[in-house]
């Protein structure tokens, strides 16, 4: 079972582990802070690469023959451990966005390079930064959108999807008009305007339900297998204070509603028997609408 590193930190994008399994061109490591598709939130992307004598600070021994030998992390997807995806990469080090030529055995199919990795080869791991960012801007963005509809509008989330550079949410709602869509997305970025601190921890699903209101933390939507939750909890801080939004979530998030940045919704339509969808955008991503 891999040890999930971002659900307790989600800003970290470099760590070191340790090779589990091998399985064609996947493998499985001990811990990982790769984020596995889910929760409407698609998986990260980076790097792996077999660690070498400067990674260590005790001065470990390295493979001298395969330390520093590189690998693109491509799919990432959570069964009974998380399953990192790999194909072969140019050249050797760090650094996630290197798209030189292959060479040498990186020229071979991914899953005969992988044979070089085996169970116990310790292994550093770097997550696409700038993917993982966006993610969690969007993923804040959409908490705190789900919040503001169900408060304002009475709309419960059916569900959301994220991407890179836009997204949309569906709630339960008869009909969104224009009138409707510019409130929305006044209200939204007044929220991210009131920079508000964003945290996690982790709750019983038995004492979250009894406690917890379910229409705001959406714990119904999750797998009955799930029975520790992590809380996503969105301002609220002080002694007196509620929370704007509490969600169970497993997803990425900005640590202050501010890094979120401006919110464009960029449209709407209908989805079937009372069902929006509501699409929308970081302003940074904004080319002429969505």
């Known amino acids: 079972m891999t040890e999930e590193l971002y659900l307790a930190d989600d800003a970290v994008t470099t760590f070191e582990a340790t090779v589990e399994r091998v399985l064609d061109d996947r493998v499985v490591l001990d811990r990982t802070h790769f984020y596995p598709t889910g929760g409407g939130q698609p998986h990260?992307?980076?790097?792996?690469?077999?660690?070498?004598?400067?990674?260590?600070?005790?001065?470990?021994?390295?493979?001298?023959?395969?330390?520093?030998?590189?690998?693109?992390?491509?799919?990432?997807?959570?069964?009974?451990?998380?399953?990192?995806?790999?194909?072969?990469?140019?050249?050797?080090?760090?650094?996630?966005?290197?798209?030189?030529?292959?060479?040498?055995l990186d020229d071979a199919p991914a899953g005969d390079a992988l044979s070089l990795l085996e169970p116990g080869t310790t292994?550093?791991?770097?997550?696409?930064?700038?993917?993982?960012?966006?993610?969690?801007?969007y993923h804040t963005a959409q908490h705190l959108?789900?919040?503001?509809?169900?408060?304002?509008?009475?709309?419960?989330?059916?569900g959301n999807q994220l991407y890179?550079?836009?997204?949309?949410?569906?709630?339960?709602?008869?009909?969104?008009?224009?009138?409707?869509?510019?409130?929305?997305?006044d209200r939204l970025n007044e929220l991210v305007g009131d920079e508000r601190p964003v945290r996690s921890y982790?709750?019983?699903?038995?004492?979250?339900?009894?406690?917890?209101?379910?229409d705001r933390t959406r714990i119904d939507l999750l797998p009955d297998s799930i029975d520790e939750l992590r809380i996503v909890e969105i301002g609220g801080t002080g002694p007196d204070a509620a929370p704007y939004d509490r969600t169970a979530c497993a997803g990425t998030h900005v640590a202050n509603t501010a890094e979120i940045g401006e919110v464009v919704v960029t449209g709407r339509e209908t989805k079937g028997a009372e069902e929006e969808r509501?699409?929308?955008?970081?302003?940074?991503?904004?080319?002429?609408?969505?």
């Open 278 to 290: 509501v699409r929308f955008a970081l302003a940074d991503h904004v080319d002429g609408g969505d």
């Open 164 to 185: 890179d550079d836009h997204a949309h949410l569906d709630a339960a709602y008869e009909r969104f008009d224009d009138g409707d869509l510019a409130r929305i997305e």
């Open 202 to 214: 982790t709750m019983e699903r038995e004492t979250a339900e009894a406690t917890l209101d379910t």
């Open 123 to 137: 292994v550093v791991g770097e997550v696409d930064a700038a993917r993982r960012r966006a993610h969690s801007r």
């Open 44 to 104: 990260d992307r980076g790097t792996l690469r077999v660690a070498d004598e400067k990674d260590h600070s005790d001065g470990g021994a390295a493979d001298d023959g395969n330390a520093g030998r590189r690998w693109r992390v491509v799919d990432v997807q959570k069964k009974d451990a998380v399953y990192h995806t790999l194909e072969p990469a140019g050249g050797t080090g760090s650094g996630v966005a290197d798209d030189s030529p292959a060479e040498s």
């Open 145 to 158: 959108l789900s919040a503001l509809l169900l408060a304002e509008f009475d709309a419960r989330t059916t």
